[in-house]
């Protein structure tokens, strides 16, 4: 917002702004960025989940929407839910139905403030980004509660009943582990977080130690489940459920939902770039090749998306687990063992200076 608020002042007589608006342009300016460059994402991680499954399974894929490869296949899916009806059951508490794609996709929306694209280029640098990214994210939880109890629907209910307890669980060991990269640091910023690890590749989180290290694949793991991917994906479950807790809903508001998804794919994905891949720093010392300098924003958004490809590559290569194989997984596994790796980071910290 810093870099925005600047190029705002270069405008003509915006010295002359009454100072409230002034403190609200550059808010709303970097609100319009980040939702405008979500859709985009999305549009495009529609496309490229198509192409990922369908390589996958030995065929095509979208082919001739727009031409090139059916590049405009998602922009015209975009335009048909836009025109679609959109149908509320007659049982269902109207108020709570209609709220309810909002809630999940605000809590999406607002968690892009603290993630750091550059050493500008960031809504809000948090002293306490990484607490704030978690207290805002679970506000996804409310809106999903809300989508399966305002439908009316038994399958919606289970949807969100089984999606509730899934995030919450899952997001006690992703807090964990996220310490082992916060004792460290000695902050919760997540652009602190980045800058501690500038200098090249071999200063990045993920190879600092062992405890990080497989503390980077407990936090994906967490993350997978907590956007409801698969094999994670028990509150959508088609076998089980139709489509979990939006199976009633239709058009634009069944089209929130599909954004919130993909805007958290992207999100969880860029949050780990952040905290064990280097952030925005690329893989060699800046002052080694400077005639090779990336912009900050390029090099974390193509780490997001490396992790937002294997998301996709997990949800068609892996079968869906069972309730109790998921829980166990988080209580059982995944729970003790970021436990361990919050204490061998902290002795590191301790007595390896």
Not at 80 to 103: G, S, T, Y
Not at 261 to 271: R, T
Request: with cysteine; hydrophobic share 60%.
């Amino acid at each position: 917002m810093e870099s925005i608020a600047q190029l705002l002042k270069l405008i003509p007589y915006y010295d002359q702004v009454p100072d409230l608006l002034q403190k609200f342009l550059p808010m709303l300016v970097s609100s319009i960025v980040v939702f405008a460059y979500i859709a985009l994402l999305v549009l495009f991680f529609i496309w490229m989940e198509r192409k990922v499954s369908a390589h996958m399974q030995d065929r095509l894929g979208p082919m001739y929407a727009g031409g090139w490869h059916g590049w405009a296949q998602s922009i015209a899916d975009a335009i048909k839910l836009l025109f679609k009806e959109d149908i509320i059951p007659a049982a269902a508490d109207r108020l709570l139905f209609k709220l309810a794609p909002f809630v999940v996709f605000t809590a999406a929306f607002a968690s892009f403030v603290v993630v750091p694209f550059g050493a500008t280029s960031i809504a809000s640098d948090l002293n306490i980004g990484i607490l704030y990214i978690f207290a805002v994210a679970s506000l996804a939880i409310v809106g999903i509660l809300m989508a399966g109890w305002a439908s009316n629907n038994k399958y919606a209910l289970y949807g969100g009943m089984r999606s509730a307890a899934q995030i919450v669980s899952y997001e006690i060991p992703a807090a964990i582990v996220i310490m082992t990269v916060v004792i460290p640091v000695g902050s919760l910023s997540m652009q602190e977080i980045v800058l501690a690890q500038a200098g090249g590749v071999h200063n990045w989180f993920v190879f600092r130690n062992p405890f990080t290290f497989i503390a980077f694949f407990v936090y994906f793991v967490c993350t997978v489940a907590e956007v409801n991917r698969t094999p994670f994906d028990m509150p959508e479950a088609e076998s089980e459920l139709v489509a979990g807790y939006h199976v009633e809903y239709t058009g634009m508001r069944f089209a929130f939902f599909f954004l919130a998804e993909y805007a958290n794919m992207f999100l969880v994905g860029a949050i780990a770039a952040a905290l064990f891949l280097g952030g925005w720093n690329g893989v060699l010392p800046p002052d080694w090749l400077p005639w090779l300098a990336v912009p900050g924003p390029v090099i974390i958004s193509v780490k997001a998306l490396a992790l937002v490809f294997v998301q996709m590559w997990l949800r068609w290569a892996l079968p869906r687990l069972r309730v109790d194989q998921l829980m166990y997984m988080c209580w059982k596994v995944l729970l003790p063992v970021s436990l361990v790796l919050v204490l061998g980071v902290g002795y590191l910290a301790v007595f390896w200076k």
